[in-house]
């Protein structure tokens, strides 16, 4: 592979293709009750951050699939969390019971808020994020930027005691990731002198519209806005997208490669993941928890599945002639055996262009490069992700 620098790579990327699972069916309820709580356990995502007493408490709630009892199981486990938040006298103690009812109500969203209860769920959450951000030492803003009649909603947070301006991450959240997940993992970077502006994307949270090939508009204007706060610097801005939001880092890191000083992508979807052969194959691959074609479906406002295996080649890089475009420094992350988005596209992307890339590949991790013990998500943003957006943001010497 030309213009390419290895970070860590123990297979040859180029001589790996991994497919997805010949899954036929999604998971039974029993299944993902049975799952859910076994990555509650390991501390894999998407349950992530939530104890299993928690979990193990409101998956004994659930007797079906159903969206809206998936969503009044989880919220009642939150609402508990709640009432104990606004009983604390202790600040402390508030401030982590808020934390714990986000995401428990966030989880009773997951993937996409598909229904009445779940939207009520994503709301909810929101809400606890908020409560739990008022103990925040920086402060975070919720910033509301005017975007065709709408509004993008994003959250900023600058390090106290850093030189202004600051050096800056616009950090893009995935298919069923939030911008309050983003926010929470970005924490880590403020001590290091770097601050972050946190986006939903497109189709997903509070975006202003669906998603579609021309919606990386909605950075661009994130972009405008940034440049007129005096306190950050606009020559030192870097993208981070995961997943589905690695495809609009990877976007923008040739549609806006004057403004960003690099981008990071994280199991960025390029070229076949798009494809209709791969998506159905991927349909219900075991690696997503489950209901990963109604979080497409939402995403893009279609109704089924048809209708979105024919528009998603619209999204492919390559069919927009956006590969060998000149593009900001990158690095891309991702795993061999990830099973949403195929080794293939990050190959691609690699490859395509002249700059030279940096990659970070995990050979026996699937999607976003984790694998569990040894690299769930938090630890490959603290060892990998984070280390790289010291090193290009010009700061000390990144461990």
Request: glycine residues 6%.
């Amino acid at each position: 592979m030309r213009a390419l620098s290895l970070i860590l790579v123990s297979a040859a990327i180029c001589c790996i293709s991994q497919t997805a699972s010949a899954q036929t069916a999604d998971r039974t309820i029993d299944e993902i009750k049975t799952e859910t709580l076994a990555r509650a356990q390991t501390g894999a995502y998407p349950a992530l951050g939530i104890q299993p007493g928690d979990a193990s408490d409101a998956l004994g709630r659930l007797k079906t699939r159903d969206p809206d009892e998936w969503a009044a199981a989880w919220s009642a486990v939150a609402d508990g969390y709640m009432a104990k938040a606004r009983a604390a006298s202790d600040p402390k103690e508030a401030d982590a019971n808020y934390l714990r009812a986000w995401r428990l109500y966030y989880f009773g969203q997951w993937p996409s808020p598909t229904s009445a209860g779940k939207q009520a769920a994503y709301q909810r959450a929101v809400d606890a994020y908020l409560l739990h951000a008022k103990y925040f030492d920086p402060p975070l803003e919720v910033v509301h930027i005017p975007y065709e009649g709408k509004e993008i909603v994003g959250y900023l947070r600058l390090p106290a005691n850093a030189p202004r301006p600051v050096p800056l991450v616009l950090a893009i959240s995935g298919l069923d990731s939030r911008k309050e997940t983003v926010a929470e993992t970005y924490t880590a970077a403020l001590p290091e002198g770097i601050g972050f502006f946190a986006v939903d994307s497109p189709g997903t949270g509070q975006a202003p519209r669906k998603a579609d090939e021309t919606a990386d508009q909605m950075y661009s204007r994130v972009l405008d806005y940034l440049a007129t706060r005096p306190e950050i610097d606009k020559n030192r801005i870097l993208v981070h997208g995961q997943s589905f939001g690695a495809y609009w880092a990877a976007k923008l890191a040739r549609t806006e490669a004057k403004r960003l000083l690099g981008a990071v992508t994280q199991s960025p979807p390029t070229h076949r993941t798009f494809q209709p052969d791969f998506f159905r194959s991927r349909m219900y691959t075991r690696e997503y928890l489950f209901d990963l074609v109604p979080a497409n479906l939402f995403v893009y406002g279609l109704k089924s599945a048809d209708e979105l295996i024919a528009f998603l080649p619209k999204m492919s890089l390559q069919a927009q002639d956006l590969l060998g475009k000149p593009a900001a420094p990158m690095l891309v992350v991702g795993g061999t055996k990830d099973t949403q988005v195929p080794i293939d596209d990050l190959e691609l992307l690699i490859n395509s262009g002249s700059e030279p890339r940096e990659a970070w590949i995990n050979p026996v991790g699937g999607h976003m490069g984790r694998s569990t013990p040894a690299w769930p998500d938090p630890v490959i943003f603290r060892k990998v992700i984070l280390p790289w957006e010291v090193r290009h943001l010009g700061l000390k010497t990144a461990p």
